[in-house]
């Protein structure tokens, strides 16, 4: 069983910058980000694979996120930057797909979730 805790959350304005950590008790193989807003879905954020060579993000994030992993510190992390009051949600850190993709059925492991609140 692997445990993900997430942390770096927290409440900006619009524009700011924010670093999300998800540490990882063991293995995890591809590693991502969902989010989920109050009253939405949870939705594809961003994922890597294992030795962080490849990456994929939602069109919504595209150019203003991006993840990447420390594999010595076996921890993938969001550095999300020009947020925007519709980034506001419950980030959630997932683990244990084979390969990176945007299916969240694929990942075995889920953190808590650390909130995100970008205010205009």
């Known amino acids: 069983q692997v445990q993900l805790v997430e942390s770096g959350g927290g409440a900006v304005q619009a524009g700011d910058s924010l670093r999300l950590s998800c540490a990882a008790s063991?293995?995890?193989?591809?590693m991502a980000w969902f989010r989920q807003g109050t009253g939405k879905e949870r939705e594809f954020v961003a994922t890597?694979?294992?030795?962080?060579?490849?990456?994929q993000y939602a069109d919504s994030v595209k150019g203003r996120f991006t993840i990447s992993k420390d594999n010595f510190k076996n921890t993938v992390y969001l550095q999300m930057s020009s947020l925007k009051p519709e980034d506001t949600a419950l980030y959630y850190c997932?683990?244990?797909?084979?390969?990176?993709?945007?299916?969240?059925?694929?990942?075995?492991?889920w953190g808590q979730g650390t909130q995100v609140t970008v205010s205009s």
């Open positions: 890597i694979n294992w030795v962080g060579t490849t990456t």
């Open positions: 997932a683990a244990g797909s084979p390969t990176p993709t945007t299916l969240p059925h694929t990942y075995i492991y």
């Open positions: 063991g293995r995890t193989f591809a």
